[in-house]
């Protein structure tokens, strides 16, 4: 059971194995534990809502009113189904409506909102219409070219994205190849947040650089089990046979120590309708199928430069629909040695413990565990 204490502390016992994020120790002196809590409040604020209010609906009243799905525009006048005599309490984006009549009360919320304007993609006909595969690269020229000759190998047309901060950059000449130069080191979610960016699709599939398209990396595939099922924003596949799916337990814990957050490998909740190859998780491997709209709105933050990939599922939790199915999959290319590369690859303990930081602050956690 991932129960805080009713002290919430910060140490091992919340979760045996997890690691209790820098707090006092790191922000004494500079006021940020105080400031943590004042934008946790003012996150509260924005992200709470009547709707999350808990209703109960009177048992033999003879009230008639809508419990749900009641919906007026901003500075709309709009009758109110059922009501006799009615107040309200206001915010920007909810009301919550009292009415009685004789002794019987009701309270329901209304929703405040304009109507939302679609915002569709022209699928097409060919997976080069639906997908924009996007990678990042790092002083690993040779893999990436024998990844875009393995792509080519089976779809011709489909655009590659490019989002390339190595220090020497080379010029890739490819046709559907779109290369975009950074400035050198900026790092791994920097360049996922720019390659996605550029992305013109309804989905785009996420590769690494020193991946090998097969006969079993279907896009198309992915493309069906996403169509199929709306709600989804992201699939993931496997790497070599191996799918790397996860789950995530978060603990909100109270607004001043901060919550606790659990991944835990291999675990996965159900299948999907129709899909028995495919389950929910809350997080997948680095080889993804994604909508780009859905992504955008969580993003890959930019700080997080070597030591990133659960962040971002993380970051997402609550906000993405996440699947992994196991009838699709990618290659990795042999393992070869680079030492230039060798030497950004493996982070040190300062990235470790900035991300730690990061996590204190961003993601108001007080531990942390990596399954």
Partial sequence: SLRLPAHAQRSHSIWQGAFPLPTEQTFRNDGQRSTRSTRRGMHGHQTSSILNTLLFAQSNSPLQYPIQGFTVRPLVPTLIP???????????????????YEHHEAVF??????P???VLFDMGTNVSDQVTVTTKTFMRYKELKVLI?????????VVLVVADDSFTPENI????????????????????????SQVTTKYFLWVDDDFLFTEKTKIEDL?????????LDVVGGSVTGNQFYFSIAYEEGDGVTGGCMDRKPNIKFQSLPNYPQCSIVNGVVNFFLARTDAVNRVRFDPKLKRVAHSEF???????????SCSHVSIGHQPRGANAQYGRFR?????????????????????????G
Wanted: aromatic share 12%; glycine share 8%; net charge neutral.
């Fill in 313 to 323: 599922f993380m970051d997402g939790l609550g906000q993405l629909m996440v699947a």
């Fill in 173 to 196: 000449r490819e046709e559907n190849v779109l290369q975009y130069v950074m400035p050198g080191g900026q790092g791994w979610f920097a360049g996922r947040t720019l390659a996605v």
């Fill in 149 to 157: 000759r393995s792509l080519r190998q089976f779809y011709k047309d």
């Fill in 346 to 370: 493996h982070p040190g303990k300062d990235d470790v413990q900035f991300k730690l930081q990061l996590h204190y602050y961003k993601n108001h956690l007080q531990c942390i565990h990596y």
């Fill in 82 to 100: 059922g009501t006799v005599r009615c107040t309200s309490v206001f915010s920007l984006l909810f009301q919550s409506v009292h009415f009685s």
């Fill in 223 to 231: 493309v069906e089990v996403m169509e199929a099922t709306p709600e």
């Fill in 109 to 114: 919320p209304i929703a405040i909102r304009q």
């Fill in 116 to 118: 939302s304007v679609p």
